[in-house]
């Protein structure tokens, strides 16, 4: 364990359900974040929590909705997905832009 | 646009054998990350140099940065069967609208170490 939690590991989802990914970190970190990883592709910053605050939404569909009720916990919850939305969704959380980020081991999103 | 790229893709070498990786950016920055992933899970951050560093050690790992060139290089000596992994950097930009930090993300180089 890193001291980010991400639940669930995996998700299979079809185009029209809707689900929630969860993040928690108790690290004491101010900022939290949540990145895309498709297969043969960069990291994508989709978006971006300050002191709770959302900071930046890197230009990310509606379909996907985040939440930061707290500094601790984040939320993305998703609805009427796409089959190319299926990839990993990892959240991380720094300190502050001296230090790294800690990551979650991430969700396998599946959508069929 | 794509901000870290890293060179080469894919690297495979024997136990013992040191590891060199290269990344190259754009933009000013604030720090340069060096992040470390095994297959399907998180990242793993491994070391940071700022801008006003030239190089930096950790353990087995060593890290420059030349910022004339926008260029960094992470060298692992000694590698171990259990260094294989996907190694990535990451630049922070410098910008003046925020005080937040975003990392950019190069597409990585998977390293291979062959027992």
């Known amino acids: 364990e890193t001291g980010v939690t991400q639940t669930p590991r995996h998700l299979v989802m079809g185009m029209t359900n809707k689900k929630s990914l969860k993040c928690e970190q108790h690290l004491g970190h101010n900022a939290m974040y949540w990145y895309k990883q498709s297969a043969k592709k960069p990291l994508e910053l989709m978006f971006v929590?300050?002191?709770?605050?959302?900071?930046e939404n890197n230009s990310v569909p509606s379909r996907f909705s985040p939440e930061c009720p707290n500094s601790s916990h984040l939320f993305l919850h998703l609805h009427t997905l796409q089959p190319e939305d299926s990839a990993l969704y990892l959240c991380?959380?720094?300190?502050?832009?001296?230090?790294?980020?800690?990551f979650g081991s991430g969700t396998r999103l599946t959508v069929v | 646009s794509q901000q870290g790229e890293e060179d080469p893709q894919a690297l495979s070498i024997q136990e013992g054998e040191n590891a060199t990786m290269n990344c190259s950016y754009k933009?000013?920055?604030?720090?340069l990350q060096w992040y470390r992933q095994n297959s399907g899970r998180g990242l793993v951050h491994l070391i940071l140099i700022r801008s006003n560093e030239r190089e930096k050690h950790s353990g087995r790992l060593r890290v420059t940065l030349d910022t004339s060139k926008k260029s960094s290089s992470l060298l692992i000596t000694a590698s171990r069967a259990a260094d294989t992994a996907s190694y990535f950097c990451a630049t922070d930009s410098k910008n003046e609208e925020t005080s937040g930090s975003r990392l950019t993300f190069g597409e990585g180089t998977q390293l291979t170490v062959n027992p």
């Open positions: 991380a959380s720094s300190r502050d832009r001296n230090y790294g980020y800690t």
């Open positions: 933009t000013s920055i604030n720090n």
């Open positions: 929590y300050n002191f709770k605050e959302q900071t």
